[in-house]
C-alpha cells in the first residue's frame, strides 16, 4: 500500500467520485447557515440538511465533499490521548434520490482496495443486523466472506436523530494488528480498542421516524458517506494517530521548534504539544470563517481554545507570544485545499495575536492568585478549591471557570462548582433588577432617578396626541434637552440631531409581534422626525429619530403624529396574516398553526406549521379565500377579555407565546366563500393594530412560497397598492415579451412560446443524430488507424476540449464496432484532462479492464480515475504530461497479453 500524504488523499477520494459522475463543491463554512442547532458544522452532512430533506433543491444528485469539522464535547480529552482532536476533515460521497446501497458500497471497496491499493484482507465490513440487503451485496456483489461480516445493533449501525430520516450504516473496518489490541478473546470489528479503526461509514436514508419509533419507507432515498481523512491518512501512512499524519506532525514540529520541547520524550510536554496543534487547526479555520473570540457562542469556543493554546505554551516555557507562528504553519499545510486561510492569513493571524495578548494580560495575575488559594487548600488539607475563591478569580482576573477547574485537576483538586454557579446566579439577578429599575436603558447605564412608569400607548384610536417628554437620549447620554444647533457631531447623513425621546404617551406603535414601527414626527419647540419605535422591558416607548430644527427639553409638551398612510398600509397587511391563517387552516386542517410573521407596508411574511410544499391549487385556494373574505367586507372588532373566555372563543394563539391573564381579541365577522355566517373569518390573539373593515385591505396576491425550517413553510404576498403594483408590473413584462416576440397582444404568447419549444425539441434531435453520426465518423477513422498489439487494436487520441458526452459516444461506437477494441480517448481544456478508456469484449476476455487501464493512463498526469471493465472515466491535472500519458496504453496492453 503507497503512504499517500494527506492532501493527496483529499484530493484522490474528490477526483474519483467526480469520476462516478459527483459534483464536487467547497467545504461550507464551520458557521452553519440557517440552522440555529449548531454551533459550528461538526460533521459532513451537517450544511446539506436542506438538500436531504427535500426543503432546498441539490445543485446535483450526485455531490462529493471534503468539509471542514469541528466538535468540542470531548475537550477535556484532547492532548491526553492520540485519539481525540477538535478539528477534523470529513470526506463524503452524498446521493439525493439517485443510487442507493448497491453502487455506494461498490464505489466504497473499488476506492479503499484499488485506487487507494489496501489490502483486501485487512478490510472488515458491518452492516445493521436486519439489512439484509447490505449483507446480501457484501457478499454476493463484493464477494466477502459471510463470517467477515459483522451484524451490529442500532448502536452501531443504525443513524438516527429524534424524528424524521433515518436508515441502517454499512462501516468498512481497517486491521491494524494484533500491536493495538485490547487482548480480549471477542476482540472484532465495533470493539472500543484501537485495533479495528473505521475507515467508512456508508448511511442509507431510507426510513423515516414519526418519533415514536414507527418506521415508514421514504419515497426518495439518499446516501450519506462519512471518511475521515485523518483517520484514512493513520491507514494510509501507518503511524500510530492523528498527531502523526504528515500535515499535523508538521505543525506540531513547528510548535517544538517554538517551545524547545520535542515530541515523545515526555508524556507530559507531549499533552501540551498535542492540545496546542489540534486547538490551532480549530482556531485558523474558525477564524478564517469568520468567527472572533466572544463570552459566548461560538466565539467563545474559539476564546477557549485559543487561551488553552497559549496556556499550555506556557507550561512549555514560552513567555512571549508565539500562536500566531503557529498558525502560519497551519495556513501552509491547508492553503493548496483551502487557499481561503491564505488569502485572509493577515486576519487570520490577528485574530490568534489578539487574543494571545489580551490572555497574557490577565493570566499572570490570576495564576498567581490561583497558585496561592492552591497552597492554602494544600496546607489547610482541603481538596477543593471554593466557589468563593473561583468566583472572585473570574469576576476580578476574568480567570475562565475551566481553566481554573483544568489547573485544580492538576494539582489533585477538586472545584466548588455548585457554590461557583449559585454566585453567577447571584449576580445576573443583581444586574437583572437593576436593569429593571432602569428600564432598558439599564443595558447603557442610564439612570432615570427612580422614573418607572410606563408610555401609555393611545395608538388603537388615535393617530395624533399630546404628550410631554419625560426622557432624552443623544450621544449615548441621558440628558436634559437637545437643539438643533448644539454643536454635538453632525450625523454622517443629512442635517440634525440624532436621539431617543421617551413620551408619557404616545400613538406610535413599537415594533413587536411582527409589526413593523410606525414613522412620523413630533411638533412643538422644534421638528423631531421619528423612524423607528421600540418598547423597553418596563413598558417605555423609546422613540428613535432626528432633531432637524428647533429645541426640545424634558418635560416640554408636544405633538407626535404618526405617518397616517404607513400606519394604513401596515394595517392592510396585518388585517390580511389573520384571514390567511384562517384561509391556511380551512385548505390545510387544523395542524397549519402560525409560526411567525413580518407585517410591513403592504407586505406580509408568514410563517406556519406544514410538512410539504403547497400545490398551486392549494395555493389558488388560500388566495381566493382571502379575497373573498376581503370582497365580503367583513367588520374588524378588538376586545379584552379574560384568557380564559379568548381560548373558549376558539382565538388562535401564537405557538409558544406567553401572554397574560387578559387578552385582545381581534375578530373578524360575517361571510366570506366557504365560511358560513354568523361564524367569525378569524378571531386570534394579537395586540397590533388593524383595519375596521376587511374591504379596506383592497386585495391579497401571494408572491412566494417555501420551506424555511423542517416542519415550518413560509408565504410571502402583498397587499393593496403592492398588489396593483405587482400585477401592473407582470402586465408591463408580459407587453415587453409581446414585443420582442413580434406579437399583437400578450394573449399569444403561450401558444408562440409552445411552438418554439416543438421547435428546439426537433432541433436537439437533430443535433443527438448529427452528433451521434459525428461519433460513429470519428469512431470509423480511429479504427482504421489503429495499431495492431498482438492480436487486438489499440486506439489513442487526443480530442481537444471534447465533452465528456462526446468522449463516451465515441468510445460506444469503437467498442460496438470492434470486440477487439482497447482505447483512451483524452480531451484537454487547458486547464485539466479528461479521460475515456472503452475495452472490447474479447479485450476484457483477455484480462484487460478499462477501470484498470484509465488508473494507470490518469496517474501519469497527477490524477486517478476508475470504472466498469469495459468503459471507465477519470481526470488530469497536468496538462504537459497528455502525450505520455496515451503513450503508456500499447505497453499496458503488452503487460496484461504477453504479445509481442
Known sequence: MEKFGLNELRERFLSFFESKGHLRLPSFSLVPQGDKSLLLINSGMAPMKPWFTGEQEPPSKRVCTCQKCIRTGDIDNIGKTARHGTYFEMLGNFSFGDYFKEDAIAWCWEFLTEDLGIDAALLYPSVYFEDDEAFDIWRDKIGIAPERIAKLGKADNFWEHGSGPCGPCSEVYYDRGEKYSCGKPDCAPGCDCDRF??????????????????????????????????????????????FDVDTVMAITNRVSELTGARYGLSPKSDVSLRIITD??????????????????????????????????????????????????????????????????????KSVVAAEEEAFGRTIDGGLAILENVLAAAEEAGRSVVSGEDAFRLYDTYGFPIDLTLELAEERGKAVDTAGFDALMREQRERARAARLALGDFGWEGFDFGGDRSE?????????????????????????ESIAFDDGREAPPEGGGTDAVIVLDRTPFYAEMGGQSADRGEFFGNGLFVVNDVKKSKGGKYLHYGRLVSGAYAVGEPVAASISTPRRRAIERSHSATHLLHSALRLVLGEHAHQA???????????????????????????????????????P????????????????????????????????????????????????????GTHLDNTAKIGAFHITAEFSVASGVRRIEAVTGRETLDALRRAETRLMALADVMKLENAGEIEQRVSGLMRELRELRREAEAYAAKAAGGEAAGFLA???????????????????????????????ERSDDVVAVLASNDGDKLSFLAVCGKNA?????????????????????????????????????????????????????TGAL
Not at 414519526?210 to 503511524?239: F, H, M, P
Open 197 to 242: 479503526i473505521e475507515v467508512w461509514n456508508n448511511v442509507f436514508t431510507q426510513f423515516d421516524n414519526d418519533g415514536n419509533n414507527n418506521y415508514t419507507e421514504l419515497s426518495q432515498k439518499n446516501i450519506d458517506t462519512g471518511l475521515g481523512l485523518e483517520r484514512l491518512a493513520v491507514v494510509c501512512q501507518g503511524v500510530d494517530s492523528l
Open 279 to 348: 486547538h490551532l487547526r480549530s482556531a485558523v479555520m474558525m477564524a478564517c470563517d469568520g468567527v472572533l473570540p466572544s463570552n459566548e457562542g461560538r466565539g467563545y469556543v474559539l476564546r477557549r481554545l485559543l487561551r488553552r493554546a497559549a496556556r499550555h505554551g506556557r507550561l512549555l516555557g514560552v513567555r512571549g507570544p508565539f500562536l500566531a507562528d503557529v498558525a502560519e504553519t497551519v495556513i501552509r499545510m491547508n492553503e493548496t485545499a483551502y487557499p481561503e486561510t491564505r488569502e485572509r492569513e493577515k486576519h487570520i
Open 455 to 479: 408610555t401609555e400607548f393611545v395608538g388603537y384610536k388615535k393617530d395624533r396626541c399630546g404628550a410631554k417628554i419625560t426622557a432624552i437620549i443623544a450621544d449615548g447620554e441621558l440628558v
Open 596 to 634: 411567525g410573521s413580518l407585517v410591513e407596508p403592504d407586505r406580509l411574511r408568514f410563517d406556519f406549521t406544514h410538512a410539504e410544499a403547497l400545490t398551486g391549487d392549494e395555493l389558488a385556494r388560500v388566495e381566493d379565500i382571502v379575497n373573498a373574505a376581503i370582497l365580503a367586507g367583513s
Open 636 to 687: 374588524v372588532t378588538a376586545r379584552e377579555m379574560p384568557i380564559d373566555e379568548a381560548k373558549k372563543l376558539g382565538a388562535a394563539a401564537l405557538f409558544g407565546e406567553k401572554y397574560g391573564n387578559i387578552v385582545r381579541v381581534v375578530t373578524m365577522d360575517g361571510e366570506a366563500a366557504g365560511l358560513v355566517s354568523p361564524e367569525p373569518v378569524s378571531i386570534e390573539l394579537c395586540g
Open 785 to 815: 488507424g489503429a495499431r495492431r498489439v498482438g492480436d487486438l487494436l489499440s486506439v489513442t487520441a487526443a480530442l481537444p476540449a471534447a465533452s465528456p458526452e462526446r468522449l463516451r459516444q465515441i468510445g460506444d461506437v469503437l467498442r
Open 844 to 896: 476484457v476476455a483477455r484480462g484487460i479492464k478499462a477501470g484498470e487501464l484509465v488508473k494507470e493512463v490518469t496517474k501519469v498526469c497527477g490524477g486517478s480515475g476508475g470504472g466498469k471493465p469495459d468503459s471507465a472515466m477519470g481526470g488530469g491535472r497536468d496538462v504537459s504530461k497528455l502525450d505520455d500519458a496515451l503513450a503508456i496504453v500499447d505497453d499496458f496492453i503488452l503487460g496484461k
